[in-house]
């Protein structure tokens, strides 16, 4: 049973347009999400972050939105760059003790020239 | 500074030989993590320590893996009577608390044969 969802496997956009990369979590009292991106071979690197007292949280050209309501949020990339082309993984803060992260399948970004 | 570092980068190994993964976190991080991830899907929580004790370890799938952190910094996990089903590449993390963003290492590919 899937905590935290990223619907989409795979998105393709042309470089200069936005990125929307999605995800849904389960449990409402999940109260700190992020952002990972992950190239080939590499370990994950935190891109950000956003606390539940936030909607939103903005560096540079990444912006992530938090929806409580529909336990939705989503990562904005704008304008999108052929280095950006990676899988992104959401991930939310399982806490009650253990700071473990759960995260999403991750959605494979592919930004053209 | 020094990011996470994990060694081997690779192992390669035949069922039901013994495998240890060693994991040198961010220096003055408390926490550390290891995770599981295998293809396709998300990194999977396995272990936690915080200090040199293991804070939670409801992510370890059976006993035939375990993980120690003696002083507090360097960690191994170590896994008994390997099966193929424990191919995956193992990430580790390390953080700060109370800042909870984790920083990942590249990951050890262990692939079973």
């Known amino acids: 049973d899937q905590q935290v969802k990223q619907n989409s496997p795979s998105l393709s956009v042309q470089e200069g347009r936005i990125s929307i990369l999605n995800c849904d979590y389960t449990n409402s009292m999940f109260d700190y999400f992020l952002w990972y991106k992950k190239y080939p071979a590499e370990g994950p690197t935190f891109l950000i972050s956003?606390?539940?007292?936030?909607d939103k949280n903005e560096d540079g050209r990444f912006t992530v939105f938090l929806n409580k309501s529909a336990k939705h949020l989503s990562l904005h990339i704008v304008p999108s760059q052929p280095g950006d082309s990676a899988v992104y993984f959401c991930?939310?803060?399982?806490?009650?003790?253990?700071?473990?992260?759960?995260f999403g399948k991750g959605t494979k970004l592919t930004v053209n020239p | 500074g020094a990011g996470v570092s994990q060694t081997p980068s690779n192992k390669v190994t035949e069922k039901g030989k013994y495998v240890e993964l060693r994991c040198d976190p961010i220096?003055?991080?408390?926490?550390l993590y290891w995770y599981r991830q295998s293809l396709g899907q998300g990194p999977e929580f396995l272990i936690y320590f915080q200090g040199t004790g293991a804070a939670d370890d409801s992510g370890l799938p059976n006993d035939r893996f375990f993980a120690v952190r003696p002083e507090g910094s360097v960690s191994t996990l170590k896994i008994q009577r390997t099966e193929r089903g424990d191919s995956a590449v193992y990430l580790c993390?390390?953080?700060?608390?109370?800042?909870?963003?984790?920083?990942f290492g590249p990951g050890t590919r262990l692939t079973v044969l």
């Open positions: 220096s003055g991080h408390t926490a």
């Open positions: 956003i606390s539940s007292i936030k």
């Open positions: 993390a390390s953080s700060s608390p109370p800042v909870s963003t984790q920083y």
């Open positions: 991930a939310v803060l399982s806490q009650g003790g253990s700071e473990k992260l759960v």
